[in-house]
């Protein structure tokens, strides 16, 4: 089992007393039922306590930390992985999104008229969404969060810090070669859904800059006659994702690093290299780092 020891070496946090969060976010909060902006969010219970003492086991303590990274840097994959770690929640808003579109959910059909027209979804929805999962998540008993791909804009961090006290945010960090290599690889089996990634990417040290090896993910024998690439992965559209990311979402780690709460980690390689470096990071010891990193 991980035990969180103490917080990471390289972020230097700030209190709660000490950060402000925008009074009119506080009073303007949206219901996990309604898009009404006058009525009042229920806050989860766990969201407003005060952070235990650090040297506990991590089920026991009150995790909330947010992800951020460029499209395709490895959100998912990691989140996901310290979720299995450390025993809470991974929440992708994308996931909630597509889970409401699939249910007969109040704000289902209004979502699908966004879809059908091009829009992006609103704040307002995102924030409804994830309130729904963070009380059903209390309900359950969960201690916290990992939340993926939120927020992207300064207006998105604002009015979760509203919501809640998010304790660390990591921002997950690769060169922009790499990344470009990485996306174009990816390959999905049309069968069983499994990912892959057909890209050996072996970029060479320069300019005081440290190489990068990233292993290909090979599919098994039964899925490599049914691989396909996304649509969207190619090098104009990656580029794209990468332009839009740049513009509206750097600020967000900007208004992080301004409190105090940003971890900039910089991936050295796949999954195996990444790993074990990322629990160092984050102080997390495990006793089997070599084969969680398998």
Not at 39 to 46: C, I, R, Y
Not at 50 to 61: A, G, I, M, T, V
Not at 205 to 215: D, F, L, T, W
Not at 225 to 251: C, H
Request: aromatic letters at 6%; one cysteine or more; proline letters at 7%.
């Amino acid at each position: 089992m991980a035990v969180l020891s103490r917080i990471p070496k390289t972020l230097t946090r700030t209190t709660t007393s000490s950060i402000k969060p925008p009074s009119s976010y506080i009073s303007r909060s949206f219901s996990s039922t309604t898009l009404n902006s006058e009525t009042d969010l229920k806050v989860p219970s766990f969201l407003s306590r005060n952070s235990p003492p650090l040297r506990q086991e991590p089920k026991d303590r009150n995790v909330q930390w947010v992800f951020l990274g460029c499209p395709g840097v490895g959100k998912g994959t990691y989140a996901s992985r310290l979720s299995s770690l450390l025993g809470i929640p991974h929440i992708a808003t994308g996931d909630l999104v597509r889970e409401e579109l699939n249910s007969s959910g109040t704000l289902s059909s209004q979502l699908k008229e966004i879809v059908n027209q091009g829009k992006l979804v609103s704040d307002e929805i995102i924030i409804s969404l994830l309130s729904k999962r963070l009380e059903a998540g209390e309900a359950k008993g969960e201690s916290g969060f990992i939340l993926d791909g939120f927020p992207r804009t300064i207006r998105q961090a604002e009015i979760l810090e509203g919501v809640t006290d998010v304790d660390l945010v990591v921002n997950l960090k690769l060169r922009e070669e790499a990344l470009l290599a990485k996306c174009l690889g990816r390959r999905i089996c049309s069968h069983c859904g499994g990912n892959y990634n057909i890209a050996c990417i072996d970029i060479k040290g320069e300019n005081g800059k440290p190489g990068i090896y990233m292993a290909p993910l090979p599919a098994p024998p039964q899925c490599v006659p049914n691989l396909i690439q996304r649509a969207d992965d190619t090098e104009e559209v990656v580029k794209e994702r990468l332009r839009i990311y740049n513009e509206t979402s750097r600020p967000v780690e900007e208004f992080y690093r301004n409190r105090r709460k940003l971890l900039e980690f910089e991936l050295p390689g796949g999954i195996p290299e990444a790993w074990p470096k990322l629990l160092e990071a984050l102080n997390l010891d495990h006793k089997d780092k070599h084969i969680a990193a398998a």
